[in-house]
């Protein structure tokens, strides 16, 4: 069965430093690999995908994430945080085997300090 | 313009009253879902239909039910039997392979 586990609740980095949210899956299949933001009250926002083709995948807001098959990672990286970075930030994963349901991670928050 | 839309943003529930939660989209996608969240406990799915007239329990469906009648609308009720139903309520639409699209939530108070 698949399963997503994002490391950390929580992560606090200073405004201008570099943001990495780890994420790592579990699939016995290709998988689509997913990454959305939630700011406070609201719902959730794709920021990226990956589902075939280039593993280095860019996203809005300056995100990127690389899919590392050989680690069974979808690390989310972005080179210079900014105050209105902090939100959450949830990974997902589907594939065949899910019908292409999303299976989600915990989230992790993502904390910006000055 | 496309979109999933949820009403209302905040709802108050009596003890012991029904309530139904709205989802309409206009993005055509087939698949619908409805998830609750609560604080540091991430996404659970309540429920979710793949096709009109058809729908599925997720893992939390105790004391919710839902229909899907038309393709647009997939409307949540908590009911009276769900006995802690204070939570913010994503409703999300879906494409095979292309992730999903969510609405903006609707909060649920229990006064």
């Known amino acids: 069965a698949q399963s997503v586990t994002q490391l950390g609740s929580h992560v606090s980095v200073s405004e201008g430093a570099l943001v990495l949210l780890r994420c790592n899956y579990s699939s016995s299949v290709p998988p689509y690999l997913f990454w959305y933001v939630q700011y406070p009250n609201q719902g959730l926002q794709l920021l990226l995908k990956?589902?075939?083709?280039a593993t280095l995948v860019k996203g809005i807001n300056g995100f990127e994430a690389e899919f590392k098959k050989s680690e069974t990672s979808f690390h989310l990286t972005k080179p210079s945080a900014h105050m209105s970075d902090a939100a959450e930030y949830f990974c997902?994963?589907?594939?065949?085997?899910?019908?292409?349901?999303?299976?989600w991670g915990a989230g992790t928050k993502l904390i910006i300090k000055p | 313009d496309g979109g999933i839309t949820q009403s209302p943003k905040y709802l108050f529930r009596k003890e012991g009253q029904n309530v139904t939660l709205s989802c309409e989209q206009n993005l055509n996608h087939d698949a619908m879902y409805w998830y609750r969240q609560d604080p540091g406990q991430g996404l659970r799915l309540i429920y979710y239909s793949q096709i009109v007239n058809d729908f599925q329990k997720g893992d939390i469906a105790e004391g919710y039910s839902v229909s899907r009648e038309k393709k647009e609308s997939f409307p949540l009720t908590v009911t009276s039997a769900q006995k802690n139903p204070t939570a913010f309520y994503l409703c999300a639409t879906g494409r095979w392979g292309f992730g999903y699209t969510f609405g903006s939530g609707t909060r649920l108070t229990v006064v």
């Open positions: 990956y589902t075939t083709g």
């Open positions: 997902a994963v589907s594939d065949m085997d899910s019908n292409y349901q999303l299976i």
